[in-house]
């Protein structure tokens, strides 16, 4: 091989190299997530951040000469940050289904991952760690590898840092056109910088510690004799993750509508009657307290900073407080509750059963442990069946159908046995264990632990056909956008199972339908929520076109 071919052939390796660096800084931070999985691909599109340093780096060697060492330390590390901030904005967005604050929402992380801990053998946890480590590890390598070819090329060759300062500065004049005109070509396709979601969530932060004005509403009027009730129990039960899709997607509701059908049957056998809205959750795939509080406030709470203030404001009326002053007992039955929950004192709950103090030994279903029957089961022994006692107001946001839904609990149908230490026969048992969570489609899981607490409201309802009861359930929100599905709805549904006609009637009158089939479109957001129940709850005479009684109302 003569001379010139060997140095053709060594140029035409070394412009290789030098491509190939630029293609993967410039993936690394524009990426996309294939939806609903982990993984990511490339979309063609550029990064201006990229463009601008490489039009840095072209003009550091033309006046200074080779990058120091440090130097692409640093900048290697950077690409790294830029790398990991945009994987945590496309994916953590495209599979929770929101777009993420994450001054409020790395607490929920935080707890995730240490129920993670709690809940994963040793060795997955050190593999998850090894690969995490790992990865970031070769991450470094790839940026670091990259950003020193370009910049020993851009040293050696004037003619390419003319080419690559050139390009650098075309490329960003390109974007800042595309942002500041509508009538700029929108070619070549440029990504989001990465640097404007870091931007944004800092003014999360400076929103956050600087108290930028909540914008939370007044209180709305909390007062209801409760006439209609006639010393009913009310159990409002925030069944989690109980959205929208079951309806909207033709394969879920049409895998769910036995257990809808059992249901009905259950309401209709015992002598109750049901009615069913979509109401507009606050949140989606996660932040159910949000749901929680607009629920019994009465007040839209859409964020963390909302949720905050509120819990700050005690004289702020609730359900809790209304039903407490018309002599009722308020109790919460919280079995993912494992930690102090200073919210308790807001809401002046007489009795919280935390999971500890549910106090279940039968074996763990995933990472919640308790299965949503054997919550029931507790709460029908311990607070519904005692006598005298006054009525009850329950607060009940069950765990069985929380992400990631599997395993699912068997149906018990020996209520009594749920709280005795082995509640389950052993073949049933180990089916049901053996259903782990499938993490690239976990449609299934969601349809099984739905169908399981259906199927275990039907179990319940006939065991106790005689008891008063009015049991509100109802979605906190739609599941993660990796079940719920792109550009999902924030609609839930709502349930009102009840003896009373009256009630009944009177929540169609606020947009609700008989039966569990909710109409379109949603009767309203969900904090309106409280009022139709207190309003359906009053006695007729204190109803819109009633002469006014007397109500009773939640003191201030």
Known sequence: MTPVRRISLAGAAYAMRVLLACVLLNAAVTFHNVWPTLGVHWPGELSVEIAVLLLGLAVSNARRGRTPRPVLVLLSTLVVLLALGRYADVTVSALYGRDINLYWDAPQFASVAGMLMRVASPWAVAGI?????????????????SLGQVDEALH?????????????????????AQQLSDAAPLLPRFSIPVTRSYATQFMHVWDAVFGRDSSLSPSPPMHSSLAALKGADVLLVFMESYGSVTYDRPGFASALQPARQRLVAAIKDTGRGVVSAFVTSPTFGGGSVLAHLSVLSGVQVRNQEQYTVLMMQKRRPTLVSLFKAAGYRAVAVMPGLRERWPEGAFYGFDTIYGADALDYHGPAFGWWRIPDQYSLAFLDARELQPHPRKPLLVFFPTVSTHTPFAPTPPLQPDWRRMLSPQPFDPEPLQSALTRTPVWTDMGQAYLQSVQYFLDSLSSYLRLRPGDNLVIIVLGDHQPAANVSGEGASWDVPVHVIASSPAILAALQADGFRTGLTPARPAAGSMDELAHWMLTAFGSPATRPGSAVQTPVAAPP
Do not use: E, N
């Open 129 to 145: 760690a090894a690969g995490a480590v790992l990865a970031l590890g070769l991450l470094y390598a790839a940026a670091r590898w």
């Open 156 to 176: 050696a060759c004037r003619a390419l840092r003319l080419a690559v300062g050139v390009s650098g500065l075309a490329l960003s004049g390109c974007f800042a």
